[in-house]
């Protein structure tokens, strides 16, 4: 029995790292989302005093790719996700067998794409892919923030799914209904 304890506190420590480490991705999500406004503002102050550094606009839309992925795994976490809760409810007694069944399908994909979303880092720094704009940033640079989003997101949907699986309950939060 000792065990048993020692094990589940174990899986409660890990879920509870995991959890803070899903909230830290929603943080460098903000965080590029404020590189957004700053770099922004720093463009249309730019323009009054005649200074247009040219790239800016390319770094913007990497900022924006990098606060949309590494956004995914705090997401879902928070369950902010789009859920089919209707659908679900309508499952009756085979509710857990659709959850378990959308976990699994889930899991697989996002292993899937962060295989890709490697792959394509690997390609692009082997190539020596540079961006078509003026900033000529090598694309493995921008690239590894969507794959390690993706990443996030794989990690977080193994560890709801396991969670699931272990516990019968996914733990992930309730979303607000409202704004």
């Known amino acids: 029995m000792a065990l048993a304890q020692q094990s589940h506190s174990a899986m409660k420590t890990i879920w509870s790292r995991l959890d803070r480490l899903y ?3 929603g943080y460098m999500a903000a965080f590029c989302m404020v590189c957004i406004f ?5 463009q249309i102050a730019g323009r009054f005093v005649g200074f247009n550094p040219h790239g800016l606009t390319d770094y913007v839309g990497y900022f ?18 789009v859920r089919i809760e209707l659908f679900l409810s309508m499952m009756g007694r085979f509710r857990k067998v659709a959850e378990w069944f959308s976990f699994a399908a889930t899991s697989v994909i996002a292993i899937w794409l962060t295989y890709y979303a490697w792959s394509l880092v690997y390609w692009s720094y082997n190539l020596g892919d ?15 923030s969507m794959a390690v989003g993706i990443t996030l997101l794989a990690i977080a949907v193994v560890d709801h799914a396991l969670r699931l ?3 019968g309950n996914h733990g992930i939060g309730k979303a607000p209904d409202e704004l």
């Open 23 to 25: 909230l830290y991705c």
């Open 38 to 42: 700053a770099v922004t503002l720093l």
């Open 64 to 81: 924006m790719g990098a606060s949309a992925f590494l956004a995914l795994a705090h997401a879902l976490n928070r369950g902010a996700h």
């Open 130 to 144: 540079i961006s078509q704009g003026l900033d000529a940033t090598p694309m493995w640079i921008p690239q590894s």
């Open 165 to 167: 699986v272990l516990t």
